[in-house]
């Protein structure tokens, strides 16, 4: 079955370190996404990438960090720059057609103390 | 820059009850507006996705309207289930990004 794997599904980390969390789909879709999602807030887009090599930042980048040297995978290190890093992190991909739909993986709840 | 606004935030109602949800947005040029269902702790599953030149989409007991010149879309959830119970989301596409709304907490009442 196609679809997009996060993982680890729960991630716990000490203050000031760096962590990545890994995004794979295997939809063969061009366009990757990371959104961070706390609670009462909508999603909010950390990153997005197009094509492979290229990425762009979203509305919060910030102590944020990607790389897409395969199709398939679009990993999100949150470095020790991010103030507040706490938070439910959902990957989504999309074919670059501009109608087609949005699809996610299940998630990483990642905990820094 | 595109805002997305759900009413209620939260409803409560009795199994078997016709509901409907709402979503707003600002900018009425997007290429379509998708549902999402959301399960504690689990990521978005697509539910609906209606293009611009679409009125509505249907799917089993769900059915998503899209009135682009106003700026709303509904869900229509007929003859709710417990098994309904989950946060609904619903989403504007632009062609460049997608806003999210904050969502509508369903609860069915067994």
């Known amino acids: 079955d196609g679809g997009i794997t996060q993982s680890p599904k729960y991630l716990f980390r000490k203050e000031g370190q760096n962590v990545t969390l890994s995004c794979e789909q295997n939809l063969n879709h061009d366009a990757m996404y990371w959104y961070r999602q706390d609670p009462g807030q909508g999603l909010r887009l950390i990153y997005y990438?197009?094509?492979?090599?290229?990425?762009q930042k979203g509305d919060i980048a910030e102590g944020y960090s990607v790389s897409r040297e395969k199709k398939e995978s679009f990993p999100l290190t949150v470095t020790s720059a991010q103030k507040n890093p706490t938070a439910f992190y959902l990957c989504?991909?999309?074919?670059?057609?501009?109608?087609?739909?949005?699809?996610f993986g299940n998630g990483t709840r990642l905990t820094v103390t | 820059k595109q805002e997305v606004t759900q009413i209620p935030a939260a409803l409560s109602v009795p199994e078997g009850e016709n509901l409907v949800l709402n979503c707003s947005f600002t900018d009425s040029a997007i290429y379509n507006l998708q549902w999402f269902r959301q399960d504690p702790g689990k990521g978005l599953t697509s539910l609906l996705l209606?293009?611009?030149?679409?009125r509505e989409q249907t799917s089993g007991r769900l059915n998503a309207s899209l009135d682009k010149s106003s700026g709303r879309s509904t869900l229509y959830i007929a003859a709710s289930q417990p098994g309904d119970s989950a946060t609904y989301l619903c989403a504007a596409n632009t062609g460049n990004q997608f806003y999210f709304g904050t969502g509508t907490s369903l609860t069915v009442i067994p």
């Open positions: 989504a991909s999309s074919p670059t057609d501009r109608a087609s739909p949005l699809h």
């Open positions: 990438s197009q094509i492979v090599n290229d990425f």
């Open positions: 209606i293009q611009s030149s679409q």
